[in-house]
């Protein structure tokens, strides 16, 4: 079935700091991909999303590309705050009004 | 545009008891979802509905859980009897209906169920 693997965290950086978590998925066909974010004691909020390979999707500094060839979807920032500090999930969808599936999620902590 | 409505926020029971959870969507999403978020993973897809009809809802432990939609809008899940797996974050989310490419999905904010 459709899985998604994303980077053990916690992942701990200073303040400005690049970031990149690595996220891959197995899933047949071309499903959407997601990055969610979860603020501590909030739902879980759109980040960025690409629906078709070589699809950049961006948001609030933040960026990921569909990567069919190898199965990606890694998400970056070049200078991270401390207002970013947050549990990031990727997920995929297959087209249509399909569920989610979601990674384990990745806790990234900034410091100042 | 109001969000997804979710409550209680917290429920503390104990094993055995029942529990219900409340969820609003955001007006005019045909779609809604209910995912169990267990500490340290993903959320998990329990049941999806189409307006008032079940779409999917194969990883639903029927024995224990329930759902429904009646009128197409809000929607309440059940568990009779809790066990202590069962403590976990439960999450409603809503989306356009539509055909193609996937409509993105929007959370409400949870209930956290912990069971003694």
């Known amino acids: 079935g459709d899985s998604v693997t994303q980077m053990e965290g916690p992942v701990t950086l200073s303040e400005e700091a690049f970031l990149t978590i690595n996220c891959t998925y197995t899933?047949?066909?071309?499903?959407?991909l997601f990055w969610y974010v979860q603020y501590p004691g909030e739902g879980l909020q759109l980040l960025l999303k690409a629906t078709k390979a070589d699809d950049k999707g961006s948001n609030k500094g933040f960026e990921a590309t569909y990567r069919k060839e190898t199965t990606s979807f890694h998400l970056e920032k070049g200078s991270v705050q401390v207002s970013d500090s947050a549990v990031y999930f990727c997920a995929l969808s297959r087209p249509g009004n399909t569920p989610l599936v979601f990674g384990k999620g990745t806790r990234l902590s900034v410091i100042a | 545009e109001a969000g997804v409505a979710q409550s209680p926020r917290y429920k503390i029971i104990e094993k055995r008891q029942s529990v219900a959870f409340w969820c609003n969507p955001i007006s005019g999403h045909a779609t809604l979802y209910w995912y169990q978020q267990i500490l340290g993973q993903g959320p998990k897809l329990l049941i999806q509905?189409?307006?008032?009809?079940?779409?999917?809802d194969s990883q639903l432990p029927k024995d224990r859980f329930s759902a429904e939609r009646l009128k197409g809008v809000d929607s309440t899940l059940k568990i009779q009897p809790a066990k202590l797996e069962d403590s976990a974050v439960y999450l409603c989310?809503?989306?356009?209906?539509?055909?193609?490419?996937?409509?993105?999905?929007?959370f409400g904010d949870g209930t956290r169920l912990s069971i003694l």
């Open positions: 989310a809503s989306s356009l209906a539509g055909t193609g490419g996937s409509q993105p999905q929007h």
């Open positions: 899933a047949t066909g071309y499903p959407s």
């Open positions: 509905f189409q307006n008032n009809g079940v779409v999917d």
